[in-house]
């Protein structure tokens, strides 16, 4: 029996509680947040107890979910680390690289698991695309969603790009040569709408918008490569992948196959995934390692946003960006 805790309770928390309680051999000991209230609200759905200290779960569990602000991630987790409980951590893995450094250096001492939360990795049509991707040449991705008023203390790049950034950075194994980057705040004070190209030193290219200001959502991969073209909706669960048999000549027919995917309840798979890697049945798909590389990337990209809006004049709420600003 693997008894977990799951380490906040908002909107994603919640989630984590209900797929905890649905496992065989899993004991989900309680619900931790500072709302009592909340804690309370979710433990109920659960089935198990609420907690507004940590320390009230130490000692009693093997695993946790940490699913607390990004800004407490760290916090947390080393707390946990510290005291022996394996980690499944939201994305992003920290706040800073420096942060990850610490968590998977100190899980690593430990000997225990730490898994990153991009959940988009247990997304049936993304695993058509690990299948079937060998050599990447141009990665088309368009990552758009409705406004919702949740999660902005973070940007885009940081809130949504970052599910793909993982993802790219598994599907290409080549170092980045160069990444150009635009953005812009619209309805927060953060940026809201971003774009981002990657060109790799192989040779591959990847072209990323992701936006949280869209009237119809969107989650799509494209992918180009010698002999064929794959496309994964990630929204629909659908995967669409063109071949041609190159040695075939110039009259070579060409094959669409069209896949749909159905009844993976994702969250589920994550923390089967994660209990299994807790009991020594499987590596995590997610290491801490690949969540560092994601957040470093995400953060060098948001490094070129804040550069291009640094040349406007522009000021969103009490949040100034541009020359004047930098020279007070």
Do not use: W
């Amino acid at each position: 029996m693997i008894r977990t805790a799951v380490i906040g309770a908002g909107y994603l928390g919640r989630f984590h509680a209900q797929k905890y309680a649905q496992m065989e051999g899993v004991d989900l000991v309680g619900v931790v947040d500072l709302s009592l209230e909340r804690a309370q609200e979710v433990a109920k759905e659960a089935g198990t107890r609420a907690c507004t200290d940590i320390h009230e779960v130490i000692g009693r569990i093997d695993a946790a979910s940490v699913v607390v602000p990004t800004i407490h991630h760290h916090e947390v987790a080393k707390i946990l680390f510290s005291h022996g409980v394996h980690c499944m951590i939201e994305k992003p893995i920290s706040a800073t690289v420096d942060e990850a450094d610490e968590l998977i250096g100190l899980a690593a001492e430990k000997g225990l698991i730490l898994q990153v939360g991009h959940l988009e990795r247990f997304n049936p049509a993304i695993k058509v695309l690990e299948a079937k991707v060998t050599h990447p040449l141009f990665i088309e991705v368009h990552r758009l969603s409705g406004f919702k008023d949740r999660a902005t203390d973070v940007d885009v790049v940081l809130d949504l790009m970052i599910h793909d950034l993982e993802i790219i950075l598994a599907l290409v194994s080549s170092p980045l040569k160069e990444i150009r980057a635009v953005g812009v705040p619209v309805l927060t004070q953060k940026v809201d709408i971003a774009n981002a190209r990657l060109i790799f030193e192989n040779g591959c290219t990847a072209n990323l918008t992701a936006s949280r200001i869209s009237l119809q959502d969107m989650r799509r991969i494209r992918v180009f490569q010698p002999g064929a073209y794959i496309s994964a909706d990630c929204a629909e669960r659908k995967s669409l992948i063109v071949t041609r048999d190159l040695s075939a000549g110039p009259m070579a027919a060409i094959r669409p196959e069209f896949k749909t995917h159905e009844g993976t309840d994702m969250l589920y798979d994550e923390l089967v995934s994660f209990v299994r890697a807790v009991q020594g049945l499987e590596k995590p798909k997610v290491t801490g390692e690949a969540g560092r590389k994601a957040l470093k990337l995400a953060l060098d990209i948001n490094a070129r946003i804040m550069q291009g809006l640094n040349t406007l004049k522009l000021e969103v709420g009490n949040q100034k960006f541009g020359r004047d600003e930098t020279r007070n």
